[in-house]
């Protein structure tokens, strides 16, 4: 006989009514409408089952042994009462989630009022901002996060200082304020982990390598000897130091095992799980169905329904306090308890904006414009883009954009098969989610360490005309059995990390990655060309290096001596020039910037036979010229000459004579030669001088004779001409 075919498996709950449940006087498990699914083969014991048990008769005597019959028989039936549930699988099933009244979101049918009943949930908790008393806890010291790649190790975080009050708090000599410990700032929350090269790459034998990396796992930090069993995070317990300082050397500098403890300190367990409870039941109201939520420019489509989200900022029990993103009057709103918050599903209306000047087109209004030329010409016009304006009421958080494209749907059941629905779903969690910022050199003050975290309780049906909410209206979707956050291969890759990720060893980024390395070779750069000038000032000052010169021959056959008489200018015969050889180790191709002013290729020009003029860069020559004259007439011998060097442009004189030389008669032709064809007068001047040439100039060697002939002269010698120094006096490398 099948004793338990009736069994029901019931508990004290809260009774069952249209709206979700009971009181919500206690949190507890209601199992009324579940079912066991079991098949009740008994199994073999070794106690009989007795139903019912003996009970007293009229004319039992008063004897124990007659008074223990019952009790046997009752304590033998529970005895195989444990062998038959021992021996049988049951199978609860059926436990609809309205049955669960923890957060249990519902409404009255009456109104636009959504309720939620009081419960608790696990949050992960981001919020950083205000987040303690700076005196309190822990602050960063004044130093910085430094990068020095001169140093061992290049990268070093700021020191931590612990305050005053906060060890007052810790051995209970003031006890004025909560501190919230939970733990985490007390024990290691990873392995200790060093990477190490065998030999040290700094070591002078192994200059280009090679070498080995290594992971040291032995503790750095305030240790001695290899790891063993009682350094293991979890047994030992973190260090409390008043300041923990990164510029110390091992064994005193912190490792990333205590800097994780320490960091997390300095935020007070930012990013930690805490329990929230709400214990209130709490309510919000839903905002109607406006046109407005809508850009509707098409008669074949009418959106009817909006679908919303409503869920719960988070608040730990082991906060006085928490912010979230929204505004209060110019800063972040605080709450001291769960609040509910709603995300429309609607009403986010792109509209057209510019950082400056006219707004971009209005394809709101007039959406002919999109595909036409000027349509086109705007997409090069970064001042021109379209932001979202939320259409939001007293009772929103946020809204979203809800195209008509999407009432393309056939299925009009909002959790129908298939995505093919036709509404728009906010985004359960990672909407409103955020994690703040906690730079080196952030504040609790900083917006950027607002954070926050939301549960997620259900999606509301907003329909067009209706003014009240129902119980068909509300969709469930309390995140009690949950997929993890984060894939496989994710948490593997985070978990994997070496040496351990945490709040002093965050993961790195693309972009901090590749800032590092621009700022990395910027700095080589930098540093390159530092040395590359140092060694070009060491060539400047040491090195022997061949100076810009220039020689040439003069020469002439005879002419007739007007030719060498000074013009109105004080000019004389300006010589023609032969054979040019030049040095030119200042070239165009070696100084461009240099040379960019010059407009010419060399230092000193070199210039093709009986040309008369020279380009000269600016700088200090040296002049030495030889020059012999003679003319065919014995009785001119008392005419003088002299020689010059002079702007050919402007006729100025740059190395005037210092004095004159007679042409001197001397008989150098056979002795039976008449005087009027064989005698010959002649004269020889050499000249060196130290010139200056301020700018660039074109210049020329020029003869004068004191008067005028009509005898013909001739010239020989030469002139070589060296670039000695710049002008500032340094040698002669341009500058």
């Known amino acids: 006989m099948n004793y338990l075919n009736n069994f029901n498996v019931f508990m004290n709950a809260y009774g069952d009514d249209s709206n979700g449940g009971g009181d919500g006087g206690s949190n507890v498990l209601n199992l009324t409408n579940a079912s066991i699914d079991a098949s009740f083969d008994f199994v073999s014991s070794p106690f009989r089952f007795t139903d019912p048990p003996r009970y007293y008769k009229a004319n039992d005597p008063y004897f124990y042994e007659v008074d223990n019959i019952p009790l046997k028989q009752i304590h033998e039936n529970c005895l195989w009462l444990k062998d038959q549930i021992m021996g049988i699988d049951t199978d609860v099933t059926g436990i609809p989630l ?264 209005d394809i709101i209004n007039n959406s002919d414009f999109i595909g036409t030329p000027p349509w086109d010409s705007q997409a090069n016009n970064p001042d021109k883009y379209y932001d979202l304006q939320q259409q939001l009421s007293e009772f929103a958080d946020l809204s979203i954009q809800s195209p008509l494209s999407d009432q393309l749907g056939t299925n009009n059941t909002p959790f129908g098969e298939g995505r093919d629905v036709g509404n728009n779903f906010p985004s359960p969690d990672d909407l409103l989610n955020l994690a703040p910022i906690l730079a080196d050199n952030a504040t609790e003050s900083n917006l950027t360490t607002l954070g926050q975290t939301v549960l997620p309780l259900c999606y509301v049906i907003v329909k067009r005309g209706s003014p009240v909410i129902t119980v068909d209206d509300i969709i469930d979707i309390r995140p009690f059995l949950r997929t993890a956050e984060l894939t496989y291969n994710e948490r593997a890759g985070v978990g994997a990390a070496n040496p351990p990720l945490s709040l002093a060893n965050p993961a790195t980024g693309k972009y901090e990655l590749y800032n590092s390395l621009e700022s990395m070779r910027d700095f080589i750069m930098k540093y390159v060309n530092t040395i590359a000038g140092d060694i070009t000032g060491q060539l400047d000052n040491f090195a022997v290096v061949p100076k810009p010169q220039l020689t040439s021959t ?49 230092a ?61 008669g001397e008989r150098i032709g056979e002795p039976n030669v008449s005087s009027s064809g064989s005698d010959t ?46 002008i500032d006096g340094s040698e002669a490398t341009i500058r």
Not at 688 to 712: G, L, Q
Request: proline share 7%; aromatic share 10%; net charge negative.
């Open 98 to 361: 309205s049955k669960i009244t923890d957060l249990q979101p519902f409404v009255t049918n009456s109104d636009r009022v959504l309720y939620v009943r009081p419960g608790k949930f696990t949050a992960r908790i981001n919020d950083a901002y205000s987040s303690s008393p700076q005196d309190l806890w822990a602050s960063f010291s004044e130093d910085v996060a430094t990068i020095d790649l001169a140093r061992s190790p290049v990268y070093t975080t700021p020191s931590i200082v612990l305050s005053n009050p906060l060890f007052q708090a810790l051995v209970s000599s003031e006890i004025n304020q909560l501190l919230y410990n939970n733990g985490l700032f007390d024990h290691y929350q990873h392995h200790a982990s060093l990477f190490v090269t065998d030999p040290p790459i700094s070591s002078a034998s192994v200059p280009g390598g090679p070498f080995t990396l290594t992971t040291v796992l032995d503790p750095t930090f305030l240790s001695v000897g290899s790891l063993s069993l009682s350094m293991l995070p979890k047994i030992k317990s973190a260090v409390w130091q008043q300041r923990s300082n990164t510029a110390f050397e091992a064994p005193y500098l912190p490792d990333l095992q205590q800097l994780s403890v320490d960091f997390c300190r300095r935020w007070k367990g930012v990013f930690r799980t805490s329990v929230v409870n709400s214990t209130d039941q709490l309510s919000i109201i839903i905002p109607p169905f406006e046109d407005y939520d809508y850009i509707d420019k098409n008669d074949t489509y009418d959106p009817q329904v909006r679908i919303d989200l409503v869920f719960m900022y988070s608040h730990p029990v082991d906060s006085p306090a928490s912010h979230i993103v929204k505004d209060s009057g110019g800063g972040p709103q605080q709450i001291t308890k769960p609040t509910l918050g709603v995300v429309k599903g609607a009403g986010a209306i792109l509209t057209p904006k510019s950082f400056q000047g006219d707004i971009a087109y």
């Open 554 to 602: 003069i020469h002439t056959v005879h002419i007739d001596g007007s030719n060498y008489v000074a013009d109105s200018n004080g000019v004389g015969f300006k010589c023609p020039l032969y054979d040019a050889k030049n040095i030119n180790c200042n070239l165009v191709e070696n100084w461009p910037e240099a040379f960019a002013e010059y407009s010419t290729p060399s």
């Open 604 to 664: 000193i020009s070199a210039p093709a036979d009986g040309d008369v003029t020279v380009e000269l860069i600016p700088g200090r020559y040296s002049l030495d010229l030889d020059i012999s004259i003679w003319d065919t007439r014995q009785h001119d011998a008392s005419k003088t000459f002299w020689i010059e060097m002079v702007d050919a442009d402007t006729d100025e004189k740059l190395a005037p004579a210092p004095h004159e030389q007679r042409l001197d």
């Open 681 to 726: 007068v002649h004269g020889h001047l050499s000249y060196k001088t130290i010139v200056d040439i301020d700018h660039k100039r074109t210049v020329a060697f020029t003869v004068t004779t004191s008067s005028s002939t009509s005898n013909n002269f001739g010239l020989s010698g030469g002139v070589r001409l060296k670039r000695e120094q710049n």
